[in-house]
């Protein structure tokens, strides 16, 4: 069992820069990948980025690539989302996920664990 808590969301100006957490807890965690999603409203769960079970290897979507990054901290059971160059279109509730797996996953279906999500709103 892994459970998920994410934080750092709020309200940010286009432009801007946020970090989102998430906190872990289980023995399994550093061995699955680790991943982020965003839903708005009335809209489909999305990939965003994932990390593989040690940090090596990271995928985007494209979306975000070269405005996000993701990391871990597997001493600490930590995932981050540090998201910069923010716009209007990147609001939406953030959810941390773990894999089934320690390869990287844009799946929802490759996702066993999920937090309760973070609210991040950009404001134009």
């Known amino acids: 069992q892994v459970q998920l808590v994410e934080s750092g969301g709020g309200l940010e100006q286009a432009g801007g820069s946020l970090r989102l957490s998430c906190a872990a807890s289980?023995?399994?965690?550093?061995?699955?990948?680790m991943g982020w999603f965003r839903q708005a409203p009335g809209k489909e769960r999305e990939f965003v980025a994932a990390?593989?079970?040690?940090?090596?290897?990271?995928t985007y979507a494209d979306s975000v690539k070269g405005r996000f990054t993701i990391s871990r901290d597997n001493a600490k059971n930590m995932v981050y989302l540090q998201m910069n160059s923010l716009k209007p279109e990147d609001t939406a509730v953030y959810l941390c996920?773990?894999?089934?797996?320690?390869?990287?996953?844009?799946?929802?279906?490759?996702?066993?664990?999920w937090g309760q999500g973070t609210q991040v709103t950009v404001s134009s």
């Open positions: 289980g023995r399994t965690f550093s061995s699955r990948a």
């Open positions: 996920a773990a894999a089934f797996a320690a390869g990287l996953n844009s799946r929802t279906s490759g996702y066993e664990f």
């Open positions: 990390i593989n079970w040690n940090g090596s290897f990271t």
